[in-house]
């Protein structure tokens, strides 16, 4: 059974740093691309990016590219997502995300982390 | 970036109904559409892709059409646990977008 578990989110302070991780188990993890994307309060879907099977690539959301860094370690099964200078607008739900069989359609996901954006 | 463009809003229907939701492209995305369900505090799940293709386990109640720019999910024969927030999300071109999504709640 595919499973995707994220982990590291919590308070943050505007401008401050912090970095999510994502446990996946039940399948080779290093076959496929990842992805995270995020659901705001109001329930907005926003895809942050994608990092290729074996890390040489990544693709984010432009509007995100310059504060957000995808990473993966295929040994420890893990993705990470390092969110930087955070706002209050990146108050949201991250969510881990891996795809069914074709690009960014997305068949598996995480229980989704909560990440509160406030002073 | 590829507009996506969900309606209703928000829909309430009783069961057994048949609803349908629609999702319009700002351009013609070649069916790279997939559908989603959110339930109540859990997290979204891949119903439909490729505009009209069933994900495994998907009841059949479900379906996805269109093309180019315009598609929909319809849902037959309502049923209490279908009571979710649905997404339209497009995978023809980086960076890939969601619609607004659709409340549906029973009547």
């Known amino acids: 059974e595919v499973q995707l578990v994220e982990s590291g989110g919590g308070l943050v302070q505007p401008g401050a740093s912090l970095k999510l991780s994502c446990v996946a188990s039940?399948?080779?993890?290093?076959?496929?691309?990842m992805s995270w994307v995020r659901q705001t309060p109001g329930k907005t879907m926003e895809w942050i990016g994608d990092i290729k099977y074996d890390g040489s690539y990544t693709n984010y959301a432009p509007s995100l590219k310059n504060r957000f860094t995808i990473s993966r370690d295929n040994a420890k099964s893990t993705l990470y997502l390092q969110m930087s200078n955070v706002r209050s607008e990146d108050t949201a739900t991250y969510y881990c995300?891996?795809?069914?069989?074709?690009?960014?359609?997305?068949?598996?996901w995480g229980q989704g982390v909560m990440v509160t954006v406030s002073s | 970036d590829i507009q996506m463009t969900q309606s209703p809003a928000s829909l309430s229907a009783s069961l057994g109904e048949t609803v349908t939701i629609e999702c319009l492209a700002s351009?013609?995305?070649?069916?790279?559409l997939a559908w989603y369900q959110q339930k109540p505090g859990k997290s979204p799940q891949l119903l439909i892709y490729y505009a009209n293709s069933l994900n495994d386990g998907v009841p059949s109640r479900f379906s996805g059409s269109g093309s180019g720019t315009q598609y929909s999910l319809k849902i037959n024969s309502l049923q209490s646990e279908d009571v979710s927030i649905y997404f339209c999300q497009q995978n023809y071109d980086s960076p890939w977008t969601f619609g607004g999504g659709t409340k549906l709640e029973l009547k």
């Open positions: 351009e013609d995305i070649y069916s790279n």
């Open positions: 995300t891996r795809d069914r069989s074709t690009v960014a359609t997305w068949g598996y």
């Open positions: 039940g399948f080779t993890f290093s076959d496929y691309w």
